[in-house]
C-alpha cells in the first residue's frame, strides 16, 4: 500500500463514512438500507438474467454496461475480503476502529471508482495540525495588519503634519493591503475547517473575492513604485520637485493608480465560475475556479508577474541606487564654502533625516520583493507543469507561500512604526487619544483647553511642553 494513502488516512483526511457510502448494495446485507448509493445518477447493479427475461429489445452496448458494472462491483467487493475485512458482519465498526481496514477499503473504492471511469474523488480534510497551524498564523496577521493599516490612513488623515506626498502614496499602500487582507485571510482561515476546495459564497462571492484580491495586490505593486519615484524626483531633482511633488499631484497619481488597477483587474468577474465537485459520500460541493483552461490565463498570469513584480523591482533598484548616491554624498562643495559651519550641519541633519526615509523605503520594497517570491515562483512552475500530477503543490508549502503574502500587508506598519520618528509620534499620540476618550474631562483639569497653546510664538499641538521635531515623513 502507498505510504502518501496511509498517511491520508492517518492524518483523518479520510472518513470511514465516505468509505461506507460507497458500498455496493449487493455487497453486503447490513449496510444495504443504511448506506445511500454514491453515484448519484448511476443505478444500482442489474442481475443480467433477469435483464434478459424483461427486455427482450435492449441493445448490446447497454448489456454490456451493465455486465460490466456487475463485474466492477463483485471485483469490489472480492477485493475488501481479499485484504481482510468482513463484509457480512461489523464492517463499519471495523472501518471505524481499524486504521489498516480504512486504508484497504480507500484502496479498493479508488480502483472501483477508476474501473467504473466515474469522475469522482473521496474528499479530503486538512489535518487538525494543518488546521490550527494556519487558523493561528494567518488569523494574527490578518488581526495585526487590519489594525496596522487602518491606524496608519487614521493618523496621517488626522494629522495635517503628516500631509506629504510620500504619505499620500503610503496610506494608498494601506488601502491596498487592507483589501487584500479583507479579500482572502478570513475566507482562506474558514475553508481550513470544510471538505478541500468546498466553496461557500456562490458565483459572486467568487467573483468578487478574486477581483478584489487581484486589484488590492496590483494597486499595492504599484504604490511601491510610485512613492520610489517620488523619492527620487524630490531627491535627485530637487528643482523640478517643487511642481511636480505635491500632495494635489499626488492624490491625483494615486487615482489613476486604482483606476488602472480596477480596469485591469475587472476581467476576473469574467473569468471565474463555481463548478459543483463530486466526492464521494458528500453531496453540494462547489469549488471556485476558472471559467477556462489554464492555459487560457498563461498571459494573465504573466503580465501580472511583469507588470506587477519584476518592473517595479527594476524601477526599485535603479532609482533607489541613484539616491543612495546623492543623500550619502558628503557635502563638499557646501564645506568649501564660506559661511558659517551651521550649514554645513543643517544639510547633514537634512540628508540624515532624508537617510531614514529611504532606508525605511528600501525595506518596504525589499520586504515586497522577499515575501512574494515563493508564490510568484511557485506559480510560473506550475504554469509550465504539463499535467497536474507536475504541479507543486505541497499543502505545507502553499500555505507558507499564502502566508508570506499575508505578512506583506501586515508588516508596512510595524516597518513605519520602527524606522519613522513622525510615524512613532502620530502612532503615540493616536493611542493617547484613544485612552484620553476614556478619561471623564474633569481628570486633565486645564490641560483639556489648553491643548492648543502659545509658547513664544510657536503653537505646539497635544501635550504642553512637548517639543516639536522636523522630520520627512
Known amino acids: 500500500m502507498e505510504v ?12 470511514a463514512d465516505d468509505i461506507l457510502s460507497l458500498l455496493p448494495s449487493n455487497c453486503v446485507v447490513e449496510n444495504s438500507g443504511q448506506v445511500a448509493h454514491p453515484f448519484g445518477n448511476v443505478q444500482p447493479s442489474v442481475n443480467v438474467s433477469d435483464t434478459f427475461e424483461g427486455m427482450a429489445n435492449i441493445t448490446t452496448s447497454v448489456l454490456n454496461r451493465i455486465k460490466n458494472e456487475t463485474l ?9 475480503t481479499d485484504n481482510g475485512l468482513n463484509l457480512e458482519t461489523g464492517i463499519r465498526h471495523q472501518l471505524r476502529r481499524n486504521r489498516h481496514a480504512l486504508a484497504t477499503a480507500y484502496n479498493c473504492t479508488k480502483q472501483y471508482s477508476d474501473r467504473m471511469r466515474l469522475q469522482l474523488h473521496f474528499p479530503l480534510y486538512y ?5 490550527a497551524v494556519g487558523a493561528i498564523f494567518q488569523g494574527t496577521v490578518f488581526v495585526v495588519g487590519f489594525l496596522g493599516n487602518i491606524l496608519v490612513v487614521v493618523v496621517v488623515y488626522r494629522s495635517r503634519a503628516m500631509h506629504t506626498p510620500t504619505n499620500c502614496y503610503l496610506v494608498s499602500l494601506a488601502v491596498a493591503d487592507i483589501t487584500v487582507l479583507i479579500a482572502a485571510v478570513p475566507n482562506e482561515v474558514f475553508m481550513y475547517f470544510l471538505v478541500a476546495q468546498a466553496w461557500r459564497w456562490g ?3 467568487c467573483a468578487i473575492l478574486v477581483f478584489l484580491q487581484n486589484m488590492g495586490i496590483n494597486a499595492s505593486a504599484l504604490s511601491v513604485t510610485a512613492f520610489t519615484v517620488e523619492r527620487f524626483i524630490a531627491i535627485c531633482l530637487p528643482l523640478k520637485a517643487r511642481t511636480i511633488c505635491t500632495v494635489s499631484r499626488a ?21 471565474t465560475k463555481v463548478s459543483p465537485v463530486r466526492y464521494i459520500g458528500v453531496s453540494d460541493v462547489q469549488q471556485c475556479t476558472f471559467k477556462l483552461t489554464r492555459q487560457a490565463y498563461l498571459g494573465y498570469f504573466f503580465a501580472d508577474i511583469v507588470l506587477f513584480y519584476v518592473v517595479p523591482l527594476l ?12 543623500v550619502f554624498r558628503p557635502p563638499m562643495v557646501l564645506k568649501q564654502s564660506e559661511g558659517p559651519g ?20 528600501v525595506m518596504v520594497v525589499s520586504l515586497f520583493a522577499l515575501l512574494w517570491l515563493p508564490y510568484r515562483s511557485m506559480l510560473v512552475y506550475n504554469s509550465f507543469a504539463q499535467t497536474a500530477e507536475d504541479k507543486y503543490m505541497d499543502l505545507w508549502f ?17 516597518l513605519y512604526n520602527a524606522m519613522s520618528a513622525k510615524f512613532r509620534r502620530a502612532f503615540r499620540q493616536a493611542f493617547r487619544l484613544i485612552r484620553c476618550k476614556k478619561r471623564p474631562a474633569a481628570y486633565y483639569g486645564m490641560e483639556v483647553i489648553s491643548s492648543g497653546l502659545q509658547r513664544s510664538g510657536v503653537t505646539v499641538r497635544g501635550t504642553p511642553g512637548r517639543a516639536v521635531h522636523r522630520s520627512y515623513v
Open 315 to 326: 524601477v526599485s533598484s535603479v532609482l533607489y541606487t541613484r539616491i543612495a548616491v546623492v
Open 72 to 80: 466492477a462491483e463483485e471485483a469490489f467487493c472480492t477485493c475488501l
Open 127 to 131: 489535518s487538525m495540525p494543518y488546521r
Open 203 to 205: 458565483n459572486a462571492g
Open 342 to 361: 551651521g550649514v554645513v550641519a543643517e544639510v547633514r541633519h537634512t540628508n540624515n533625516a532624508r537617510a531614514q526615509v529611504i532606508k525605511m523605503l
Open 4 to 15: 502518501a494513502l496511509l498517511l491520508l488516512v492517518l492524518s483523518g483526511s479520510v472518513k
Open 251 to 271: 492624490k491625483r497619481i494615486i487615482l489613476a493608480v486604482w483606476v488602472f488597477a480596477f480596469l485591469y483587474c475587472i476581467p476576473w468577474v469574467f473569468l
Open 398 to 414: 502553499l500555505m507558507f507561500a499564502k502566508t508570506c503574502v499575508y505578512i506583506n500587508s501586515a508588516i508596512n506598519p510595524i
